[in-house]
Structures are given as structure tokens and as C-alpha cells.
């Protein structure tokens, strides 16, 4: 009697401990998050503010919109720019989404929230010479010029990653004596922990374009 | 979990009532029993983590993510008298890792995140701690095949806190691999609890344990491949491991003549 209530205690331990240790047992979760259409910023308008720093009554803005964000007819009619030679120009990238505006005569600033997600963005500008010739964009560090370049173009503003990144939505365009017109090409790259300070890492939000005319009568 | 978690409660409780009543049935106007000189056991169970390292909050540095997990562990007593003596134990907890849906939605995120398409997320390693404690224990007589033993112990603990990796993936590229590596602390620990102790036969006994653990490592967390300042990320853990251990104990005794 006494042997057989052992052998049940025992038992009672046995498969306690076992179903114990089968739920305890080692679970290494993993998740992932629900795969959306792959997609960035609903952005259709690049807008750009030139400013003349030594003019300020010397404005531009060049517009470029594509109302329908995968692809679609592009409206060139506005995005067009002209500058003086020899003069600098603070410029502001603006991000606009026209397709969901705040009200029939607000369009929705996109700026803003590229702004907050500065330490995973960089505006990166390019020249497309395809159209015009004599027209090149450098974009050296501050203090510095590429010789031969019609277009200097240093960004402003820079993030709060260690050490600091360049964003571009504030930049300086710098032009030198010679006239020149081209085509440049401007694009705002999401770059999620792979923002180095160069175009290359990550996926590109928005890429659009301005004609620029460098011209010392304007 | 939490269905499971009943289950185990419900499976420990029956097997302490059954038991109990057991010993209770026997040893009504019994003498008194034979005083144990050493037992030597094997321990294992449940472990339910408390505090802020059971938090599962994205946004809270302190969050653990330390979920309901297991326990074992080798113990020994030795008895100075019928009813103090020293206690040594030890012992390993392993902590699931809860909260993986939080950490994949928090970084794909915004405005904690990297406001990207998708994030592929999983745990490295595991939470788990090695404790070496030792400590006084008293225990009396409820009946002759019952006692109830309380002790306190305290010790050394190493302490391993879980690593993870997420993979961005926006615009369809799909980014480097970024890494919270596993760590590992040592500091001390303590460990309180009270424990039902069934004399299965002369040299036998079962025990039905609950303790409060505790001790408080000082992680410093080394994070792989973390280029910009964005999304969570903890450069070091310094929150109370606790929780409760809900046990049970095989224990071999050699008795006083």
C-alpha cells in the first residue's frame, strides 16, 4: 500500500515536471510586420526657393509635380529656374503631397515630416546634361569649390546623428561667372540606418527635376 | 499563454492539494516525525517574471520583454538543529521573449521607428540567469509527513539578456541587417520563499516551493551596424530581474538517528 502511494508521488512529480519543463521550454519569438505595396512618402511636388543672399528681391521658384505618385503624365510647366552668375542663393526644398490638401487652397507640406525624419533622409542633387551642355553641379564640402563647376551647391542644414549628416532641404547654390543652362536633377533619398552622408544606401522618395538657367542679365 | 499558464497553476495546485490531503489523512494523532540531518534536491518549475523587465512596452527603455518561462536546479540542506540550517541552490531561469509583434511595429514606426514598408524582426539568444545562492532555512513540523520550510538565500548571478536583429526593408530595398548583441552581467542576487515539504517515505520527500527572486544586473547592451540615430535603441539595462518561481522539489533526505 505503502510502495504503491510512492509510485503514484513519483509519477505525479514525473509528469508534472515534464509538461512543466514542455511549456518552459526554449521559444524564440520572431515577427515581422505586414508587408505593405512597397511604397514611401505620397510627395507629388518638388518645390525649390531660390533666394539671392546679396538680392533679396532676386526669387525664383522652380515646380515640379507628378499628381499621380506611380507614375503618371509629369507637369514641367513651372519647374524652370533662372540665377545670376556669380552670385549665391539660399534655396529651400519644399515636399508638397497635392493629391490630400489641407484645404482647397492649402496644399499639404511634406517638409515637415521629412524634417522630423532628418537622421534617415538626404536631398541629393545631380545634373542631367542631356538636354544642354556647359551645365555641372558639384556639391563640395563648405568653404570649398570644384573648379569647373557651373553649380556649387552646399546643404545647410544636417541632422542629429553622431557625427552630424548634411539633409539638404536648406542649401546654398553658388554660380560661377560662366553662363550655363541645364537640367537638375533633385532627389530625396529614405535612407533607414543606412544614411551615410552619400546618395547611394537606401530608396528614393521623390525624384525631380528643374531646368536651370545661369545667366548674368536676369 | 495565458490559458497555459492556468493550466500549469491548476496542475501544480491540484498535485500540492492532493498532497496535502494525503498527509493530513495519514498523520492525524501521529507522532511527531524524524528531523532531517541533509537533504540533497532537484528543483523545477515555473518562472513568472515581474516589474519592468516583464513590460512589453516599445517606447519604454525599461521594457524587458521578459515573458513567463522555466526554471531548474540542484538544491542541498544541510539541518544545524530540528530546525534551522543552511541551504545552497543552484539554479537556471529561462525568461521567453514576449512583445516581438511591439519591436517590429515600433521600428517600422514613426515617430519611433524608421517609417519604412516593413521590418523583419527576431530575438537572439534568450533571457535567462545562472544563480548560486545560499542562505538560512527554518522549518517545522506541520504534521508527521508535513513540513514548512521557509528560507532566504542570497548569492552570485549571471544574468544573459536576449540580442535582436531587425531588417528594414522601404521602398523596395531591403537594408543591412542592424543587431542588439546578447550581454551578459554579473551581480548578486537574493532569492525568499516558503515551501510545503511532503515526506513521500524515510528517505523521500516532494516539495511544493513559491520564491521571490531578485537581483539587478548592470547590462551594457553593444548594438551592430546602428548607423543613424533612429528607432529604439538601449545602450545599457540596469532594471530589477524578479519575478516568482512557482517549484516543485524531489528531495533525498538523510535523516538524524
Given at each position: 500500500m505503502k510502495k504503491s502511494k510512492n509510485l503514484i508521488a513519483v509519477a505525479a512529480i514525473i509528469i508534472t515536471g515534464i509538461y512543466m519543463f514542455s511549456w518552459c521550454s526554449c521559444n524564440k519569438k520572431a515577427a515581422a510586420t505586414p508587408p505593405i505595396v512597397p511604397g514611401n512618402e505620397p510627395i507629388t511636388t518638388l518645390q525649390m526657393i531660390f533666394q539671392n543672399i546679396n538680392d533679396p528681391s532676386d526669387i525664383d521658384t522652380g515646380t515640379w509635380t507628378q499628381l499621380n505618385v506611380n507614375g503618371g503624365p509629369?507637369?514641367?510647366?513651372?519647374?524652370?529656374?533662372?540665377l545670376k552668375t556669380n552670385a549665391s542663393y539660399r534655396v529651400y526644398v519644399n515636399l508638397l503631397d497635392l493629391d490630400f490638401p489641407v484645404s482647397a487652397d492649402t496644399p499639404y507640406f511634406v517638409t515637415g515630416e521629412i524634417q522630423a525624419r532628418e537622421n534617415f533622409h538626404l536631398v541629393c542633387f545631380q545634373a542631367d546634361t542631356s538636354f544642354y551642355g556647359n551645365f555641372s553641379v558639384g556639391t563640395p564640402a563648405w568653404g570649398t569649390t570644384l573648379p569647373g563647376i557651373t553649380?556649387?551647391?552646399?546643404?545647410?542644414?544636417s541632422d542629429m546623428n553622431t557625427p552630424k549628416l548634411a539633409v539638404g532641404l536648406i542649401d546654398s547654390f553658388v554660380?560661377?561667372?560662366?553662363?550655363?543652362?541645364?537640367?537638375?536633377?533633385?532627389t530625396l533619398h529614405h535612407q533607414p540606418n543606412v544614411k551615410n552622408g552619400t546618395c547611394p544606401p537606401g530608396s528614393i522618395d521623390i525624384d525631380g527635376t528643374d531646368t536651370v538657367y545661369i545667366s548674368p542679365h536676369k | 499563454m495565458?490559458?497555459?499558464?492556468?493550466?500549469?497553476?491548476?496542475?501544480?495546485?491540484?498535485?500540492?492539494?492532493?498532497?496535502?490531503?494525503?498527509?493530513?489523512?495519514?498523520?492525524?494523532n501521529q507522532q511527531t516525525q524524524v528531523a532531517p540531518k541533509f537533504m540533497i534536491g532537484f528543483t523545477g518549475g515555473v518562472t513568472m517574471p515581474m516589474g519592468n523587465f516583464a513590460k512589453t512596452d516599445y517606447y519604454n527603455g525599461a521594457s524587458g520583454f521578459a515573458g513567463t518561462g522555466g526554471n531548474f536546479g540542484f538544491t542541498a540542506t544541510y539541518f544545524i538543529d530540528k530546525h534551522w540550517g543552511i541551504s545552497e541552490l543552484f539554479s537556471y531561469h529561462q525568461f521567453n521573449f514576449v512583445g516581438a509583434e511591439n519591436m517590429a511595429l515600433g521600428m517600422q514606426g514613426f515617430?519611433?521607428?524608421?517609417?519604412?514598408?516593413?521590418?523583419?524582426?527576431?530575438?537572439m539568444g534568450n533571457n535567462h540567469t545562472f544563480n548560486?545562492?545560499?542562505?538560512?532555512?527554518?522549518?517545522?513540523?506541520?504534521?508527521?509527513?508535513?513540513?514548512?520550510?521557509?528560507?532566504?538565500?542570497?548569492?552570485?548571478?549571471?544574468?544573459?539578456?536576449?540580442?535582436?536583429?531587425?531588417?528594414?526593408?522601404?521602398?523596395?530595398?531591403?537594408d543591412p541587417t542592424f543587431y542588439q548583441a546578447v550581454s551578459w552581467a554579473n551581480t548578486f542576487g537574493?532569492?525568499?520563499?516558503?515551501?510545503?515539504?511532503?515526506n513521500i517515505s524515510k528517505h523521500v520527500?516532494?516539495?511544493?516551493?513559491?520564491?521571490?527572486?531578485?537581483?539587478?544586473?548592470?547590462?551594457?547592451?553593444?548594438?551592430?551596424?546602428?548607423?543613424?540615430?533612429?528607432?529604439?535603441?538601449i545602450l545599457s539595462y540596469d532594471q530589477p530581474v524578479e519575478g516568482i518561481n512557482g517549484n516543485l522539489t524531489l528531495y533525498y533526505i538523510l535523516s538524524r538517528k
Open positions: 509629369i507637369d514641367y510647366s513651372k519647374a524652370h529656374v533662372t553649380l556649387n551647391i552646399y546643404r545647410e542644414d554660380t560661377s561667372a560662366d553662363s550655363s543652362s541645364g537640367i537638375l536633377d533633385v | 495565458k490559458k497555459q499558464l492556468l493550466n500549469i497553476i491548476t496542475t501544480t495546485a491540484v498535485t500540492c492539494a492532493l498532497f496535502i490531503s494525503i498527509a493530513h489523512g495519514q498523520d492525524i515617430p519611433d521607428g524608421f517609417d519604412c514598408d516593413s521590418v523583419n524582426f527576431k530575438v548560486f545562492l545560499i542562505g538560512p532555512v527554518y522549518t517545522t513540523g506541520i504534521s508527521k509527513k508535513l513540513n514548512l520550510d521557509f528560507r532566504l538565500l542570497v548569492g552570485f548571478v549571471n544574468a544573459n539578456l536576449a540580442g535582436n536583429s531587425f531588417t528594414i526593408t522601404d521602398g523596395g530595398v531591403t537574493s532569492q525568499l520563499g516558503a515551501a510545503l515539504r511532503y520527500s516532494l516539495s511544493a516551493n513559491v520564491d521571490f527572486f531578485y537581483s539587478k544586473p548592470d547590462f551594457e547592451v553593444n548594438n551592430i551596424n546602428r548607423n543613424n540615430l533612429a528607432g529604439r535603441e
